[in-house]
């Protein structure tokens, strides 16, 4: 293994095989000359993408890694799966297998101050009996989870989180990440088998470097890393991945199994977690980061900290918050972690986390930045948002200049000013939003902001509802309406048409090939595949996901219609109270209203839509074009043991993705509800649960219950 070898070694090595790498006879080269220069290439990869200390320039880099390539290629035989050069796939991936992670990958408990830590401590002290802990302090990284599993020290096997017992399998792509080792020493520990956590991340420099590119490319540039790490890993191109540059950090050692030579006299039960008796150098949660960067992962081994003492563990936290805008990465707290092993099994875990380690998020990054200007935006339902234009500031990873305002009524309760200096911040580190105007820096320049009384786009009046804060368009033919309805329409979640986004709505839109929502249908793919960035294939591909949205269930057709307060679940509710969509036209607003989660102000949007001539066209045309409009009643039969229940989520879910646990829910025969009210059956509440809860305890009739009881409950 290179880590082994002394560097002065390595870097001989290393010039004698450049110097022969132009006359080298690929006839007669060995096996052991071919697994030399692995090994040497392996070490300069760790150089740069792990230690950030590069021993040779990229020229000289290529060099050998084209050799090897070219060894590979006489000499199929000698290419192994751990070889440098099988980060990149030759073709794409055709999707993502679901595969269970050998220790499920729990959620740590968050604290938001130094009275959530010294709590902490004092369970931990209760439950131990000890009256100081050991606590191992590092980075908690803003990134991407992810499982890596070792075997015979190569890489076989890498996985997004998921659901937390089962995720993605993204070995390909977790290959193109060059400070991740396809093969690392474990059997210097005696380790055969071994699981990883940690964090895949894309530093400040990537980021923007990657921003760049796009720019450069007329391509729309991406929000913030975590975001992009995030969305890199489920790329079916992994040559795609390779250039987005990510990077990892590895933490946590879940799982380990002895080699045979070490367990010969023990039995190894493959369905437990970490065996901490494998190697007595290894104690500690400390221990076990050394010897991941010992065996050439990236982990933090050097910005950790170990401490006696809770007070301790408080001051090295702060010391680590104040120099957060200088990390080359983005971190958005602390993680806090019992580092003797055995008193980590004492302690154990709930069925969401650990009792050993808690998480430390830090407090919401604020600037403050100049209110330039105000642009007001017309949505899908017609709505007037202001949108404050900001001297553009660098707020925790990314660049601020734009941000919502909501409305009239906001500004007035802000007393924001153009021109004003303002304070912002990041909510929860994603959202950016104005915390409120600083009035004492005023200095008589600043001026009102002006709400417009007509439409900025058709110039219409505009008209707001007694009782609602916005003010709208009504004109249902203006041209920001039709857009954003489009938009809509093909959607995700709606019609969710691929190939089919945003941007592209908008350039047909512009280019005079698409006027409104039954023109998707109808398309002239000829011109589409001479535009720019498109071609045949792109044009056949867009035909074809346009063909498949015909099928799409009524649910999916109602929700992209864009009907006022018509989410996803009253859709499938209006989906299931009907033969055919056009049967809303003789609905009256008091029969909607007896439709399960359709009060008052819902009822008459619906009746609103259904009663307007132009939208019943719209439905004629598209039902002519081919589409869905009638309700297959076997989609909607309620039947299971929780037929006719009704469920509402709020919080957030640690074991389920939303997604995952309505539908778990459904196939039981229950019914996805949206509000609190008498006819709620069962809440179920997550974590940072907040105005749904204290509203169902007030109604004696609503079960409240934790995810954990809702997964017995679907189970049973």
Known sequence: MFLNTSKETIQQLTQNWLKQASTIDLNNINEGQVQELKNIIRFHEHQYYVLSEPKINDFDFDCLFKLLEKIELKHPNLKTKDSPTQRIANSLNDGFATVQHLVPMLSLANS???????????KAKEASGLTEIEYCVEPKFDGASISLIYEHDVLVRAATRGDGVAGDDITTNIKQIKSIPLVANFSDYGIEQIEIRGEVIMTKSSFEAYNNWLAEQGLPQVANPRNTASGSLRIKDPKEVAQRNLDAFLYHVSYVQKSK????????????????????????????????????????????KVVVGIEKVIEYINEFEAK???????????????????????????????????????????????????????????????????????????????????NEEYIKEKDLKIGDTVLIERAGDVIPQIVHSITDQRNGTETTIQFPTQCPVCKSELFKEEGEAVWRCINIECEAQVVEKMIHFVSKDALDIKSFGDANVRKFYELKLLKDIPNIYTLNYEVIET?????????????????????????????????????????????????????????????????????????????????????????????QLGLQMKNDKKQFVASGDLAGQTFLFTGTLSQLKRSEAEALAEAKGGIIVS??????NYLIVGEDAGSKLEKAKKINSVKIISEEEFIKLVQD
């Open 112 to 122: 938001y101050n130094a009275e959530d830590l010294i709590d902490f401590d004092r």
């Open 261 to 304: 030579v070490e367990s010969q006299n023990q039995k190894v039960n493959t369905n437990q977690p970490i065996n901490h008796s494998i190697n007595q150098q290894l104690i500690s949660h400390s221990d076990y980061l050394k010897m991941l960067w010992n065996s050439g992962l990236r982990s933090p081994e050097k910005e950790k």
């Open 324 to 406: 957060r805008d200088e990390l080359p990465y983005e971190i958005d707290g602390m993680v806090v972690k019992v580092n003797n092993l055995d008193l980590q099994d004492e302690l154990g875990m709930t069925s969401h986390h650990p009792r050993w380690a808690i998480a430390y998020k830090f407090k919401a990054r604020q600037a403050t930045t100049k209110l330039i200007a105000v642009e007001f935006q017309v949505g899908r339902t017609g709505a007037v948002t202001p949108v404050a234009k900001l001297q553009p500031v660098y707020l925790g990873g990314v660049t601020v200049s734009s941000i919502s305002i909501h």
């Open 531 to 623: 535009l720019e960035g498109f071609g045949k294939k792109s044009a056949e591909k867009l035909q074809d996901a346009i063909e498949a949205s015909k099928q799409q269930p009524l649910h999916r057709l109602i929700y992209g219609l864009g009907i006022r307060f018509v989410g996803e679940t009253t859709a499938k509710t209006l989906a299931n109270a009907v033969d055919h969509i056009l049967d809303f036209k003789n609905k009256t607003e008091e029969e909607l209203q007896q439709l399960e989660d359709v009060g008052v102000k819902v009822a008459k949007s619906i009746q609103h839509f259904f009663s307007n001539t132009q939208n019943i066209e719209m439905l004629k045309q598209l039902e």
């Open 675 to 680: 509000g609190v009210s008498s006819k709620l």
